[in-house]
T-cell receptor, first 112, second 111 residues
Framework: NAGVTQTPKFRVLKTGQSMTLLCAQD?????MYWYRQDPGMGLRLIHY???????AKGEVPDGYNVSRLKKQNFLLGLESAAPSQTSVYFC???????????FGDGTRLSIL | GIQVEQSPPDLILQEGANSTLRCNFS?????LQWFHQNPWGQLINLFY???GTKQNGRLSATTVATERYSLLYISSSQTTDSGVYFC?????????????FGKGTLLTVNP
C-alpha cells in the first residue's frame, strides 16, 4: 500500500517547455487535489477532482491543466512553463469532501 | 474566503518540553485537519478533527468549533517533532471543496 505517489520528484525546465506531473493513489479515493507550496504563501489549491472524469478549478488554476481519466490517477500539466511556476507541487487524495487528505511526497519543479 | 491564523509562527523547544499550537479561523469551518511537514518536506496528516478531542501518542488535538479554533498539544517533545505544523479547513455550508491552510508554525526541538 503505497498511498499517494508522485512522479517525478525533481525536474528542471526551461521557460516555454511543457511537462506533466503524475499522481497515483492506491486507496480507491474519490477526491484528488493538486496544491503548490511557495515560501510565505503556504499551500494553495490549483485544481481538484471529485471523481473519475471530473475536474474543477481551485484557488490558483491559471497556467495549469488537469485530467482524471482513471480514478487512481490525477495528472497536472504545464503547457508553457513560466518562472512563476517554480514551486513544490503536492498531490493529495481523500475518500470524500469531509475526510482526511493524504499527501504525496511532492515534486520540486524549477523553471529557468 | 476564510482566514486561518496560526500561532506562534516559530517555536524553539528543548527536548522533553511540552507545547501548544493554536489555529484560529475567521469563520465556521468543516474538515479541520492538522498536518506535520517534516524537514524532508513530507506532509503527514496528524488529525482529522472537526470537533472534540483526539489523542495519538504524545500528540493530541482539540477543536472548539463554536469558537472557531483548534489546539495541537505536543508533550515530551523529541527532535523528530521538528518541522512545520499546518492546520487547514474549509468553510461550513455549501459545496466549497477548497481546503484553506494556515501559514504554519515552525517548530525546532533541540537535543
Amino acid at each position: 500500500n503505497a498511498g499517494v505517489t508522485q512522479t517525478p520528484k525533481f525536474r528542471v525546465l526551461k521557460t516555454g517547455q511543457s511537462m506533466t506531473l503524475l499522481c497515483a493513489q492506491d486507496m480507491n479515493h474519490e477526491y484528488m487535489y493538486w496544491y503548490r507550496q511557495d515560501p510565505g504563501m503556504g499551500l494553495r489549491l490549483i485544481h481538484y477532482s471529485v471523481g473519475e472524469g471530473t475536474t474543477a478549478k481551485g484557488e490558483v488554476p491559471d497556467g495549469y491543466n488537469v485530467s482524471r481519466l482513471k480514478k487512481q490517477n490525477f495528472l497536472l500539466g504545464l503547457e508553457s512553463a513560466a518562472p512563476s511556476q517554480t514551486s513544490v507541487y503536492f498531490c493529495a487524495s481523500s475518500r470524500g469532501i469531509n475526510q482526511p487528505q493524504h499527501f504525496g511526497d511532492g515534486t520540486r519543479l524549477s523553471i529557468l | 474566503g476564510i482566514q486561518v491564523e496560526q500561532s506562534p509562527p516559530d517555536l524553539i523547544l528543548q527536548e522533553g518540553a511540552n507545547s501548544t499550537l493554536r489555529c484560529n479561523f475567521s469563520d465556521s469551518v468543516n474538515n479541520l485537519q492538522w498536518f506535520h511537514q517534516n524537514p524532508w518536506g513530507q506532509l503527514i496528516n496528524l488529525f482529522y478533527i472537526p470537533s472534540g478531542t483526539k489523542q495519538n501518542g504524545r500528540l493530541s488535538a482539540t477543536t472548539v468549533a463554536t469558537e472557531r479554533y483548534s489546539l495541537l498539544y505536543i508533550s515530551s517533545s523529541q527532535t523528530t517533532d521538528s518541522g512545520v505544523y499546518f492546520c487547514a479547513g474549509n468553510p461550513s455550508g455549501g459545496s466549497n471543496y477548497k481546503l484553506t491552510f494556515g501559514k504554519g508554525t515552525l517548530l525546532t526541538v533541540n537535543p
